[in-house]
C-alpha cells in the first residue's frame, strides 16, 4: 500500500515508519524541513519525502497520487501554550488537503477521552478528532494514555522522579488510576489498523492489561529495578506547584509538564478492549514493558525520543535558518589546535554531552545548565538519545545539532538555553587542525552585556575543551 505518514520526525513516527517499510509499504512521509529528517539507508528504496508545513499550507502543495491511507500523528503539546489553536488549525487544513485525494482511510493516535471533565490536552485531542472524523474518508481513531518505552516522556519522568527520589513527597494526582501500552504494542496495532474494515469510522481505546494508579506505576518501576522507594501524597499541592515540581526533577519542559499535571487528574482507562480481538494482540504487561525497555536502553537502542522534537527546545524554525553562521554584528570565540589522530579526535567530539559532559570544567557547563532550568530554559535535562552517534535535529544537553558530517569531522550545534541573543558553536577538522569557534549574534544591550560576563570563562571551558578533544 501507498501511505501517507505526518509527524515523521516524531516519537511514534520514526518508529512506525521502520515498521511500515518492513511490511512492504511505500511511504511518503511529510516533513516540515527535510534538514532534520535522516531516515536510516534500510527505508530509502520505500520512502518518498515532500516538505509540507500544515500550519502554513503553501497553496501549490501537490501530494502523490494514488496514497491508500494516511496516518495523522502531529501533536503540539509541548512547543506552545496555544495548543489547542494550533492543533485545530492543523487538523483541519490536513483535512483540507487530503480529503479529495481519493485516500480511503486515515489512521489519529489520540488520548483516551472518555470522561466529560476533560483536561485542556485531553479537550484538544477529541476536538482534532471532531475535525478530522468530517472528512471523506474513514477515520480510524485509537486512544491511548500513558506510553512506556525508550525515549517516550511518560517513561523518563517516571525514571527521573524513582532514580532521583528515595523518598518522595507528591500531589494527590498520584493516586489517579490509567491504563499504560508498551510502544511496541502502539506500533504494531498501528500498523495492524491500516486497511481493517472493522475499524473504520469507529474510535477505540488501547491499553494494556494493568489498571494501575500512577504511585504503582512508581512504586513498580523501583521494584524492577531493585530499588527501596518512599512515596506520600498530600492535598495541599497546587497545579502550579506540581509543574514545577515536575520540571525541575525530570527531564520534561514547563510547558509539557503543565499539560501533563492537567490531564493526570482525568482517569485514563479503556473502555473495552474488543481491538485486541479484532487485531489479535495481547498488549504486555506494564513490568515487562519496563524490562524490554530497559534492554533497548542498554543496548544503546533508542530509535526516537521526545526530547529530539524541536518542541523540547525554543527552535521552532526550519533548521536551515539556521545552517550558515552569521559573522556581522557578532562575537566570535575562535580557537585552533593541532591533532594527532583525526579519527579520535572526531569520535570525542561526537560524544560530546550527556553523561559524558563537556570534557573540561563540566561543572561550569552544570551550573549554566541549572541558572537556564531557574529562568525556564531547557537547562542540561535532556542529555543526549545516543552516547556517539548524532544526527541533524538531535538534542545535546541545551544545543540542537544543525549538522552532523563526521566524514568531513565537522558538527554545528546551536544554542536552545535562554539566552539574550542566538548563539553557535562548531567543530571543524581542516588537515591536522581542529577548529573550534562560538559565535553569539547579541539582541540589544543586555545581548552585549552577557557576553562580556561570560568571556571571562570562555578561557577555562574552550581552552580547556579544545585541548582534550585535541588529544
Partial sequence: MKILLTGATG??????????????????????????????NAVQKNLEVIEIDFLNPSNTIRLPDNIDAAYYLMHSMASSSDYEELEYSVANNFKSIIENKGIKQVIYLSGIVNETALSKHLSSRKAVEAVLSEGKYHLTTLRAGIIIGSGSASFEIIRDLVEKLPVMITPKWLNTKCQPIGIKDVIDILSKSLGEQKLYNRNLDIGGPDV??????????AEVRGLKRYIYTVPVMTPRLSSYWLYFVTSTSYKLATALVSSMKVEV????TQINEILNVQPSSYQECLRKTFMKIEDHEIVS??????GSGVLTQHLSDFMKV?????????????ISDQKVTVDRIWQIGGDRGWY????????RGFMDKIFGGVGLRRGRSHPDQLA??????????LLADKTKGRLLLFAEMKLPGEAWLEFKIVGKELIQTAT????????RLYWYMVYPFHGVVFSGMLKELSK
Avoid at 269 to 272: K, N, P
Avoid at 305 to 310: E, G, I, R
Wanted: glycine share 6%.
Fill in 11 to 40: 516519537y511514534i513516527g520514526k518508529r512506525l515508519l521502520l515498521e511500515l517499510v518492513r511490511n512492504d509499504h511505500h511511504v511518503v512521509c511529510c516533513v516540515r524541513d527535510k534538514n532534520r529528517f535522516n531516515p536510516p
Fill in 212 to 221: 494501575l494508579s500512577y504511585k504503582q506505576m512508581l512504586l513498580q518501576y
Fill in 269 to 272: 482507562i479503556c473502555r473495552d
Fill in 305 to 310: 525520543s521526545w526530547k529530539d522534537a524541536l
Fill in 326 to 338: 552569521p559573522s556581522f554584528g557578532c562575537f566570535v570565540d575562535r580557537r585552533t589546535s593541532l
Fill in 360 to 367: 573540561h570544567a563540566t561543572w561550569l557547563w552544570q551550573l
Fill in 392 to 401: 541533524t535535529g538531535d538534542a545535546v544537553d541545551f544545543w540542537r545539532v
Fill in 440 to 447: 553569539f549574534r547579541p539582541k540589544g544591550i543586555w545581548g
